[in-house]
């Protein structure tokens, strides 16, 4: 069984490594390793999986013809894609002997594109879930494969979210190899006029204006949806200066170069701005 697994974050692992414990990987494709904001460089957690595994890999930016030229050398049997962020072109989605499979983080069709976990806890959703599809030239459009519920928690944040449904991911993939080999799959066509969608997250996204802030649930939901990233963040005048004042899960606080404190601790260090919180918590 060769299998080519696509994934670039640490959420990714999950599923790799779930994957790898029934069916060892024969390639992993990630990014390469990047550096943090201190400029030191971190090496991609699928990179080291694959090297304490021995496992092949490739660090690509973006797949071009000579990406695909090397996977179809080895003649994979299965393309599996989770939580990769980059598209393949349709001519590599053609490449494997049954088929290239897509881990994605909601219940399809609902929540098609590149950011359903954080728009589900926006939603305020109860319920979520994880879909494997067999992948398509459009996006989370194709069949659907298996899927499996998840009730979400009431201090559910983004991170916690992928951490779960990746791992429900790994695990619900597994009988869909064992069926296309055993020749008992059974695909469901989406019905893409109920779907919606999502959209890539941006720094800004988690901005609002301390002056006219959401009400206490909208800004709870907003706290836990763009956590670890971009986070809920506010602009105010401290001391004389603007600074961006993030506010982050367990009813943390974070001024700008500072480190996070409790809101207890937030208030006394900064008694001055006290009167512009309150009404948030």
């Known amino acids: 069984m060769k299998i080519v697994f696509f994934g670039n974050t640490k959420f990714s692992l999950i599923g790799a490594k779930i994957i790898h414990t029934r069916f060892p990987l024969s390639l992993i494709v990630t990014l390469p390793d990047r550096p943090n904001k201190k400029g030191e460089i971190i090496p991609n957690s699928l990179k080291t999986f694959a090297i304490e595994n021995k496992i092949p890999y490739l660090l690509v930016n973006k797949i071009i013809d000579e990406t695909v030229d090397q996977i179809a050398e080895l003649k994979p049997d299965f393309l599996i894609v989770e939580d990769y962020g980059l598209l393949l072109p ?14 994605h983080h909601s219940l399809l069709p609902k929540y098609r594109g590149t950011s359903p976990a954080p728009f589900t806890i926006l939603a305020g959703d109860k319920v979520t879930g ?47 190899i064992e069926d296309y080999i055993n020749g008992k799959i059974d695909p469901i066509k989406q019905d893409g006029s109920k779907a919606t969608f999502t959209k890539r997250m941006y720094k800004i996204d988690g901005h609002f204006d301390i002056n006219n802030p959401p009400n206490k649930e909208k800004l709870d939901r907003m706290i836990r949806a763009y956590f670890p990233w971009p986070t809920a963040w506010t602009r105010i005048k401290i001391n004389g200066k603007e600074k961006i004042v993030k506010f982050l899960p367990e009813q943390k606080l974070q001024v700008e170069g500072g480190k996070s404190m409790s809101i207890k601790d937030f208030f006394n260090g900064y008694p001055e701005i006290k009167e512009n919180f309150k009404e948030l918590f």
């Open 130 to 176: 994880v879909s494997v599809i067999a992948m398509n030239e459009k996006v989370d459009a194709g069949n659907i494969l298996a899927q499996a519920e998840y009730a979400i928690k009431s201090n559910e944040t983004t991170e916690s979210l992928l951490m779960q449904l990746n791992k429900l991911g790994g695990e619900i993939i597994i009988p869909v």
């Open 90 to 103: 349709e001519r590599l989605l053609k490449i494997p002997k049954y088929e290239s499979l897509n881990i």
